[in-house]
C-alpha cells in the first residue's frame, strides 16, 4: 500500500497524519518530512497520528528515532498519537514507548 500523508501547522506546533504504509519504499518522504519540521527555527512540537498506518517496518522505527533526536536537540517536542494496532506492539516490542511521548487522545 503506499503512503498518505497529511501536515497541518498552527503557529509554532505541527500535525502530521500519515496512513497506509512506511517502509523503504515510502520512508524517505516520511523522514524529509518530519526532519524538515524538526529542524524548522521557532518548531515547538510536532504531533504525527499513526491511527491509519497499516504496517511499519525498521524503516519506520529509524525515521521516529532521528525525528525525536532532532526535535530533542532543537527544543522541540515529538509525540505520536493514535497508535494503530499493528504499530503499537511495534513501538512496545521495540522499546520505543520508552522514549517517544505516546498520546492516547486527540491532540490538544
Not at 3 to 22: K, P, R, W, Y
Amino acid at each position: 500500500m503506499d503512503l498518505f500523508m497529511n501536515t497541518t501547522s498552527q503557529e509554532a506546533e505541527h500535525l502530521v497524519v500519515l496512513g497506509g504504509d512506511i517502509d523503504a519504499h515510502t520512508g524517505p518522504k516520511v523522514k524529509e518530512t518530519l526532519m524538515s519540521l524538526a529542524n524548522q527555527p521557532g518548531a515547538s512540537r510536532i504531533l504525527v497520528d499513526l491511527e491509519a498506518v497499516e504496517y511499519m517496518d525498521s524503516t519506520g522505527i529509524g525515521i521516529f528515532i532521528a525525528a525525536m533526536k532532532a526535535c530533542k536537540q532543537n527544543g522541540c517536542a515529538f509525540e505520536v498519537q493514535k497508535l494503530s494496532p499493528r504499530v503499537e506492539r511495534l513501538f512496545r516490542i521495540t522499546g520505543l514507548y520508552e522514549h517517544i511521548a505516546v498520546r492516547k487522545g486527540e491532540s490538544e
